[in-house]
Nanobody, 121 residues
Framework: QVQLVESGGGLVQAGGSLRLSCVASGSIFSINAMGWYRQAPGKQRELVALLTSGDSTNYADSVKGRFTISRDGAKNTVSLQMNSLKPEDTAVYYC???????????????WGQGTQVTVSS
């Protein structure tokens, strides 16, 4: 069993900052990638930032220069530092990880339960 638990969401004024964290726990052999997605009301879930085990990153154009993803591999943790927040960043933010549970396992994707980020104007 693998679990992803997010923390750090909340309410902030436009221009402010928040830091989200996600911890993966359970039966984990290796983590191929960890990242953040978000879903605003009435919209599809979209990629915000992704970090692979090779340390390559991928950011949505809308957050480049404002958000930074980082990972503590030893702790199976991924964080998202969000600066200069805008009202359009308001959404539920989900952590996702691609995980192998043992050496011979295939990669499976796991999702956290989501954390609300609300940016007021």
């Amino acid at each position: 069993q693998v679990q992803l638990v997010e923390s750090g969401g909340g309410l902030v004024q436009a221009g402010g900052s928040l830091r989200l964290s996600c911890v993966a726990s359970g039966s984990i052999f290796s983590i191929n990638a960890m990242g953040w997605y978000r879903q605003a009301p009435g919209k599809q879930r979209e990629l915000v930032a992704l970090l692979t085990s090779g340390d390559s990153t991928n950011y949505a154009d809308s957050v480049k220069g404002r958000f930074t993803i980082s990972r503590d591999g030893a702790k199976n943790t991924v964080s998202l530092q969000m600066n200069s927040l805008k009202p359009e960043d308001t959404a539920v933010y989900y952590c996702k990880a691609l995980i192998k549970r043992d050496y011979s396992d295939s990669l499976f994707q796991y999702w956290g339960q989501g954390t609300q980020v609300t940016v007021s104007s």
